[in-house]
């Protein structure tokens, strides 16, 4: 068997794995009984405005995603669903996140024709805005609630990668300068874009809000949820305490749409605030699957309607990459300053 494919069953299996040891870690000590006592409470029709607050904050995504887009004629509908197809991709594998930019970016380079590194740029944008509010969030909660200190090990580091992301963004025309850095294609264009939407105040400040809001409106969800079934905290915390259990979870290998880690980490985290851990894994069910479950049920025929696209460029990964990565030849540098790329986002 090729080195990579063993490679690749080596990785599937270990998340698999770990996935089933900590779905253990969790039920062992669950009391069933006080589980469906805790399910008996939940009012079904109060899941109906968690999940709307979960679709809206996706839209916002893709609302977020065309301000980074200009000039293109993609559509604003279109864009949510090609996330929802990401999204989608990412649950149902393994590998979480990198299957997910991969699809979209095959969808709107091939189907909608959008150059590759402006959607190199703009996916490297919606990325790093998503980790520097979210790092945000969790740094606040780190100050106001005092039963996150316990995760003081994990959150300085983050907290580190977050502020270098911002300097980033607030440097991106002087970092762009950087010969070294002028060789990575997808890198350039990256800063390119950074640059012009910094210098866009309004479409930059309105990135960030519908960011915040968008993320907020996930906590809502949650808050929802909570209420049903009897947890009472703040809407506010449970936007904290989602943020960090969705960052959690989604660093530590495990099987698809993060199962077993979000609920060990949702478990854990509640009971800080002790949350019993038979309600707690009930909310940790419930809130998982209306986070999983709206985005790939609307995703799944954007993918089945564009596998092919996707799996052409699965194959063509070489040389998708090499066209992003490397350094544009003297002509193409000589056609496209980084006026010419400003000018093409206007």
């Known amino acids: 068997m090729p080195r990579k494919k063993v490679l690749t069953v080596v990785w599937v299996t270990g998340s698999i794995v770990v996935a089933l040891v900590l779905g253990w870690l969790v039920l062992r ?43 293109e004629s993609v559509s604003t509908a279109r864009l949510f669903f090609v996330r929802n197809a990401g999204l989608g991709i990412n649950n149902l594998m393994v590998a979480k996140g990198v299957l997910g930019d ?18 190199m740029a703009s996916l490297f944008m919606t990325r790093t805005l998503d980790f520097v509010i979210t790092g945000i969030f969790v740094f606040v909660g780190f100050l106001v609630v005092p039963q996150l200190s316990v995760f003081k090990p994990v959150i300085i580091p983050g907290l580190v990668t977050m502020a270098a992301l911002f300097l980033f963004v607030l440097f991106a025309r002087r970092i762009g300068r950087l010969p070294l850095l002028n060789r990575v294609k997808a890198l350039e264009s990256s800063l390119h874009a950074f640059a012009f939407l910094r210098d866009r105040q309004l479409s930059f400040w309105l990135s ?32 904290i305490l989602l943020v960090g259990v969705t960052l959690f979870s989604g660093a530590i290998p495990s099987g698809p749409s993060s199962v077993g880690s979000y ?37 799944i025929p ?38 010419d790329v400003s000018g093409e986002m206007a």
Do not use: C
């Not at 008996?40 to 980074?68: E, G, H, N, Y």
């Not at 009897?230 to 936007?239: A, D, K, V």
């Not at 478990?267 to 605030?273: E, I, T």
């Open 263 to 299: 609920e060990l980490a949702t478990v854990y985290v509640l009971g800080l605030f002790s949350v019993n851990r038979s309600d707690a894994l009930t909310f940790a069910l419930l809130i998982h699957a209306l986070v999983v479950l709206p985005p790939t049920i609307m995703g």
């Open 302 to 339: 954007m993918i089945s309607r564009e596998w092919k696209t996707f799996r052409k460029v699965t194959v063509q990964g070489g040389t998708l990459l090499k066209s992003l990565f490397l350094r544009r030849s003297a002509k193409s540098r000589h056609t496209t300053s980084s006026s």
């Open 102 to 119: 991969a699809s979209e970016l095959a969808m709107l380079t091939k189907a909608d024709k959008i150059d590759g590194g402006k959607v």
């Open 208 to 239: 960030i809000s519908l960011t915040v809001l968008a993320w907020m409106l996930l906590g809502t969800a949650a808050w929802i949820v909570a209420q049903a079934i009897g947890i009472q905290l703040p809407m506010w915390t449970m936007s």
């Open 29 to 71: 000590a669950v009391s069933w009984s006080d589980m469906m006592s805790a399910l008996s409470r939940v009012s079904w029709d109060t899941l109906v405005p968690a999940a709307s607050a979960v679709i809206v904050s996706t839209f916002l995504q893709a609302v977020r995603w065309k301000l980074m887009l200009p000039g």
